[in-house]
């Protein structure tokens, strides 16, 4: 028995080894010609169509299908050659689910390319964000999907695994119960990812408002979401946070908006002057849109009022752009013509000072 596994008595068979790599040489050729007439031929029909979705299309999946045939010419020669089915079948069992996990890859990357290119000549601004969060949110769910059964046809090639799986299948329920269980952070990004890819409460590029920061939404992913500051800070908020808990959208249906600025003054104020030099200045302004603008007595109190200066622009930035600079030249205008117009606090302590407790001279 000791003799039949020592290595001593092995012996290659060098006849047989020149005959399978000749085999593959030949099929390697063969198929990788084929290859090359099938897509001369593609080609030649791709550059008759004036659309470009088919060159991006054959793109994409050439590397993928070229290896395919070639996988399949060395499958074609193992039928024959059976000392190279003995060492290709183990390999091909790998191979096969990961070519054809490729080929659906590369077809979701090149579809989203085409749709992403449509969209470049669409001048709506809002239409162009909607579409674009429902391609990024579900190419990544169909990405995941193909990863997920790629890896799952690969690991069932193995016998072990093989019996796993038929072992978990005898008793579905449990195994059910517990990848459920440990799943379920996953299973919860992936169904937040779906419903905002379908319900749209933010897109790619809209203008949020969450936990206290405001900023442009840069990505979507299943599992978060990213968000950039204004300060260039980058927020990672998960994608079940906004299905959630509520938050700000600016510029979910556009980007024009009404923004206020507030001036805290003394009540001796004279709020007439002060609304024409306001409705003056952002007449004037060309930021503005000429949509909303008042300026409103919101507060009186004993020491102070509130004025709330509203005015509107056709965008998010330059609305704040506006705002302030009104801010600025009302508070210069102020100065200059109302000076006792702005607050000003005093406080004098009896003990604050040397002379403060000094009789006055008779």
Known sequence: MLETINPANWTIDWNAIAISSVSVLVAVVFAYLLYR???AIVSRITQLSESEADDILIQRIRAPIKWSFIAIGVTLAAQIDEALGLVWEPLAQFLRPALLGWIAYNV???FVATLEL?????????AMRSRKTRIAVLSKIATFAIIVITIGLMLFAIPSVRSIGTTMLASAGLAALAIGAAAQPALKSLIAGLQVALTEPLRIGDL???DGDAGRVEEIKLPFVTVRTWDERLLIVPTARFLDGSFENWSRV???LTGPVYLHLDPIADVGPIREEFERFV???ELFDGRNLALLMTEAYPESVELRLSMSAETIGDLWTLRCEVREHM???????QPDALIRHR???PGGHAKAGEAPAP
């Open 108 to 110: 979701v990357k090149a």
């Open 208 to 210: 949020v408002k969450v």
């Open 254 to 256: 556009s980007e024009m």
């Open 37 to 39: 007439f099938v897509f």
């Open 118 to 126: 449509r969209m470049e000549g669409n001048e709506d601004p809002v």
């Open 347 to 349: 406080l004098e302590l």
């Open 331 to 337: 508070l210069k205008w102020l100065r200059e013509n």
């Open 283 to 285: 007449t004037a302004h």
